[in-house]
Each structure stands twice: as structure tokens, then as C-alpha cells.
């Protein structure tokens, strides 16, 4: 795998990070850590 492959990669996960990070700071309080605790616990998804 060449540099640029990962340096697009780099890029890539930097750009979601911050898109993640900027949908995270509309939610409430109570309704991310709902979230939370589905994404760590897919049973609780059901």
C-alpha cells in the first residue's frame, strides 16, 4: 500500500471524525447517551 493510500485515509477518518462530532453536538444530553449505550450494547438495539 503506497503513503498517499493512507495519507487518503487519513484524510478520510479526520473528515467523518468531524462530521460525527458535529451531529453529536446537537443531540440532548439524555438522547446521545441513549445512543451510547445501544452502540455498546447491540442487544439492547431489539
Same mark, same amino acid.
Do not use: H, T
Given at each position: 500500500?503506497?503513503?498517499d +493510500?493512507?495519507?487518503a485515509?487519513?484524510?478520510y477518518?479526520t473528515?467523518?471524525?468531524?462530521?460525527?462530532?458535529?451531529?453529536?453536538a446537537? +443531540?440532548?444530553?439524555e438522547?446521545r447517551?441513549?445512543?451510547?449505550?445501544?452502540?455498546?450494547n447491540?442487544?439492547?438495539?431489539r
Open positions: 500500500m503506497s503513503p +493510500l493512507f495519507q485515509f487519513a484524510l477518518n473528515w467523518m471524525n468531524q462530521s460525527i462530532y458535529e451531529k453529536c446537537v +443531540l440532548g444530553d438522547k447517551k441513549k445512543i451510547s449505550a445501544r452502540s455498546l447491540p442487544f439492547m438495539a
